[in-house]
């Protein structure tokens, strides 16, 4: 039961600065230098996923169709790939992968036949409402991205990209991936 009043506001989260302060509060050698930056960096990955979240969620797909998507689209013109080359591309084990391409078949955004060339092979293929869903996914992407970095012009976006690549490069040698890869497909 909560014990806040009516007209009390609720908690938020706290500001990073705040946040920073509390860390150092109870762990006075940490750098708030380094804590700034991560807190920030975390907290923008959040958000970010979340608005991404609501914009597949506006277009009827789950994040789990649109790593299919993309990987097709990935793959190149014809946008066909055969459902083990899927599951190796986005770590599923087959059985997730055949699931998974179930429910798009059945919603149109990919087809799945046998290769001509090979009776044995199967191969998915992307449709065109599913390119469109692709398409529309990253027309809606790119207005929030722009937004999001509108007061980075010129420079200085040449010279954030440049650190977070390096960023990105140690944390890839140093940390595994939750399936123990060490390099970024996407």
Same mark, same amino acid.
């Given at each position: 039961?909560?014990?806040?009043?009516? $007209?009390?506001?609720?908690?938020?989260?706290?500001?990073?600065?705040?946040?920073?302060?509390?860390?150092? *509060?109870?762990?006075?050698?940490?750098?708030?230098?380094?804590?700034?930056?991560?807190?920030?960096?975390?907290?923008?990955?959040? *958000?970010? %996923?979340?608005?991404?979240?609501?914009?597949?969620?506006?277009?009827?797909?789950?994040?789990?169709?649109?790593?299919?998507?993309?990987?097709?689209?990935?793959?190149?013109?014809?946008? !066909?790939?055969?459902?083990?080359?899927?599951?190796?591309?986005?770590?599923?084990?087959?059985?997730?992968?055949?699931?998974?391409? /179930?429910?798009?078949?059945? $919603?149109? +955004? @990919?087809?799945?036949?046998?290769?001509?060339? %090979?009776?044995?092979?199967?191969? @998915?293929?992307?449709?065109?409402?599913? *390119? /469109?869903?692709?398409?529309? +996914?990253?027309?809606?992407?790119? @207005?929030?991205?722009?937004?999001?970095?509108?007061?980075?012009?010129? &420079?200085?976006?040449?010279?954030?990209?440049?650190?977070?690549?390096?960023?990105?490069? !140690?944390?890839?040698?140093?940390?595994?991936?939750?399936?123990?890869?060490? &390099? $970024? +497909?996407?």
């Amino acid at each position: 039961m909560s014990t806040r009043k009516p $007209d009390e506001p609720a908690a938020s989260e706290l500001g990073i600065a705040e946040q920073v302060a509390l860390y150092q *509060r109870e762990f006075p050698t940490v750098d708030p230098q380094v804590e700034t930056i991560v807190s920030t960096l975390s907290r923008l990955s959040r *958000r970010m %996923n979340v608005a991404y979240s609501r914009q597949l969620a506006v277009l009827g797909i789950t994040s789990a169709e649109w790593e299919v998507l993309k990987a097709l689209v990935f793959a190149g013109s014809p946008y !066909r790939l055969g459902p083990s080359d899927l599951a190796k591309r986005l770590g599923l084990t087959p059985a997730a992968m055949t699931h998974r391409i /179930d429910r798009m078949v059945a $919603d149109g +955004l @990919v087809t799945r036949e046998r290769d001509e060339a %090979n009776r044995v092979r199967v191969i @998915v293929e992307l449709t065109e409402p599913g *390119r /469109d869903k692709w398409l529309e +996914l990253m027309r809606m992407a790119a @207005v929030f991205e722009a937004d999001l970095l509108q007061d980075i012009t010129g &420079e200085d976006r040449g010279a954030l990209s440049a650190m977070l690549g390096r960023m990105m490069r !140690r944390i890839e040698r140093s940390q595994p991936d939750a399936l123990g890869r060490t &390099e $970024d +497909l996407d």
